[in-house]
């Protein structure tokens, strides 16, 4: 199945990399400066590409649908194995380059690189479980002798577009089930972190998959265009901000799934389930872990009233205590956000808030492109940290009288993604799956809970489409109907 790999590499980035077109790597340039996030020197340079880089990736995407459609259950099954063995080969690497391009501290920087191997593992054994239908036609006299079967085919060529805070394990939702489905595909990575995306693609290269089965391409968002309009793309994934919509109406007949964030609610009931040592635990987790750019991040919490004042205790000592700075140190939990553009933008949203009178439970001073874990109080409804998403270290903590009243305060949102709910009463726990306006409701736990093998995706201004592998190789599948007659 694999042509021959190369030699395990040192641990650290290289000094430039590639884009791959047609499963060919290409050193067209190094014009793409990748910065360490904590040190904010260049630490690597990355090939990227142009319109005509991208129209010659979609060419050879389309022309490899027969192929890849014809390439059978078992070799794709190989080809998603043998990158998962190179994932765990090359595991320090990729958690490295984590570390380094998005300023993911270290710890939860193994944790995407598990994830990218448990997606791509979930895919392998969805490879050769084709699914298929019976339908009895034989309803009436007219139809007697009638029998139909339904079987899925690939939808053809895929474009994708995925974000800087998972730049693995959101790339690995969209090529692993598009290499289990049979779908060639052209991949546009985040500028700001395409170095995860490049070593997949490295590794992709390793295979016998048909030529033209794969290009990941960094490239500006104006060459990108075509990944949007190009009427041979049978499907276009987007993971990132509201522009998504945008992309939505330019993209013609093609079918589109988009996730586009959200600001995770979570709430405390009067009888949380837990000890709320427990609670908050997994509160100071969803809220802060990856510096809070993360879609399903905890960002409001909504605290019965018999049991806020103990919580919000609680939450200041823990989120005290965390650590700020240097992702590559084991300790830290907060690292910096992407850049100094979105630093400011967090900073300003909280500046914002306290001056219209919220306060300031927990928090400190920005270093940098750190923003320490801060957690606010009485922030105003119309505040941006309560309406948009803040995509950093930042929560807001409010009382409810109800369990109802805290169903409302979720739901008063543009957007539904996920939302958590800690509460012993099963009928709450009942009542907040039928009520909220989300993708998922998560009962026991944050919104920040994800397995690789669930349906995860929004309503609202969150998206449409669900990913999760299973669902993921429904959107890049569709169904062919066989009818047949018996003679007889």
Known sequence: MAKKTTARKTAGLARSY???LA????????DLEVRDKYSGKVATRVAMGDAAAIRKAIVAAHKARGPMADFPPDKRRDVLEHCVRRFEERFD??????????????????????RLIDTFRIAAGEATRTEGEYVELQISERTRGYRGLVKRVPIGACSFITPFNFPLNLVAHKVAPAIAAGCPFVLKPAAKTPVGALIIGEILAETDLPKGAFSVIPCSNEDAAALTEDERIALLSFTGGLVGW??????GKKKVVLELGGNAACIVDEDPGLPLDKVVERLVFGAYYQSGQSCIGVQRIYAHRTVHEALRRKLKKAIGALRSGDPREETTFVGPVIDSDAA??????????????AKVIAGGKREGNIIPATLLEKVPRDADLERKEVFGPVALLEPVDSFDEAIARVNDSDFGLQAGVFTGNLAHAMRAW????????????????????????GIKDSGCGREGVKYAIR???????LVIRDPA
């Open 434 to 457: 039928d009520r909220i306006e989300a993708g998922g409701v998560v009962v026991g736990d944050v919104p920040s809970f994800r397995v690789d093998n669930m349906p995860y995706g």
């Open 475 to 481: 959107d890049m599948t569709e169904e062919r109907l």
């Open 18 to 20: 590639p884009y791959y």
């Open 93 to 114: 690497e990729l958690a490295l380059a984590l570390c380094i391009e998005a300023g993911k501290p270290i710890k939860d920087a193994r944790g995407e690189v598990t």
């Open 23 to 30: 499963n060919a790597a290409v050193a067209a340039n190094t």
């Open 344 to 357: 400011d933008r967090i900073e300003s949203w909280i500046d914002a808030a306290r001056k219209a009178g």
């Open 246 to 251: 945008d992309l939505k109406a330019r993209a």
